[in-house]
């Protein structure tokens, strides 16, 4: 289960408490913590071929979720249904997923679950797909529905279903995070149902299954990677295990994200997107995110056709202008790998210029959006500001905003 923690240990945790990257100055010890992950990882191209002895691990009865059948990974869900057969498995297929899975959608998936006594779910696909397979192990074993179980309210328990994941996408880190993100359509909100029991027991990451992913969602779901990482790092909790998880996993997306856009048969970028996005998963579980992905959620929960990395880099580079001043030394590491050339420019001002080149890399990946391209109106963005301080991200941030300046935050997006 990942599990960090820092402590207060002789007075030092104070000393350390807002400095940007700790372990620069020898006299300040590094922060104490702990990282426990209990989640197998199966990484290289190739190796879906393994899912029928993996799953055969955790159970007989497999329950598959995922997007249409008919849509772009036709081709490989016989060959998955073939896999676990060969060893004996018996399987049922619920491909009703669509993005942004919805309260009613992991109702239709888990009355599937129930009625063929599933014991193992399947997830492949995309986040969405992964985050529907791990709320349905909920659902399908609980009382209520998923919505029950999102934050602030019941926790799931040890009754949820085994997940494995197979992962077609580079974004979500959801094969190893202990998250399921769902929509209430009838409430227009957007949140997450948060447990270690949601944290699949084993995640086939095989960048060969990514070849095919058109470039817009690359781009979507490589900048969801980044935003991952990046806020992992400006995270309070985060400590030296998860900065080096999320530094490792920005720089691969910055060198690799505009090649595997230009070129999506360009097999060692979608690796290294591949690889990005599950160290970007190991940093948030230990650390968390921040402010940009708060903003995202409430948006699409405000607009359930628009994707996350959409929404996230509509109100990016608002967030890092206010941001910037409250976390320098990071915003000055980030502006030097989106720009090498700034060698030598003192942090404050390659902090300062963070902002429009993180803009810069958006256009570089054609990710240029706004919340006006969403359909949202002005008269909703008081709305969209309430919704965005429901979920805890925003507290995480270096400087948390009031409600008056995440305002000016959304107003600036628009």
Known sequence: MPRTSSRRRDGLYGAFQG??????????????????????????????????????????????VSGPRRGALRDLYPIVGELLEHLGLEWEHFDGVNPNPTVDLITRGAEIAKAFRADVILGIGGGSSLDAAKAISVEATHEGTSWDYVFFKQRPTARTLPVVTVGTTAGSGSQVNPLAVITNISSGEKSVLCSDYLIPRAAIVDPQLMLSVPAEVTAATGFVALGRAFESILNPRSNP????FGWEAVGHVIK????????????????????????????TCGSGLALPHGIAMAIGGMCADVSHGLALASVYRACLKFTG???????????????????????????????????????????DCSLRGFGVSKEELPALVRRSMVLPHYKNNPKVPTQVELLEIIAESY
Do not use: M
């Open 325 to 367: 001043a409250s976390a320098v030394s990071a915003f000055a590491r980030l502006a030097h790998l989106l720009e090498p050339a700034l060698d030598g420019v003192l942090a404050p001002d390659a902090a300062a210029r963070c902002p429009n080149l993180l803009q810069s890399f958006l256009g570089r990946i054609r990710l």
């Open 19 to 64: 400095r940007d990257q700790p372990g620069t100055d020898d006299r300040i010890p590094l922060k104490a913590f702990e990282y426990q992950h209990a989640g197998e990882i199966i990484f290289g191209n190739g190796r879906i071929s393994e899912v029928g002895s993996i799953v055969s691990r955790y159970g007989q009865r497999c329950l598959i």
């Open 241 to 244: 295990l998860t900065e080096l």
């Open 256 to 283: 690799n994200l505009p090649l595997a856009v230009q070129d999506g048969s360009n097999l060692g970028a979608r690796s290294s997107l591949a690889w990005a996005d599950t160290l970007a998963g190991f940093a």
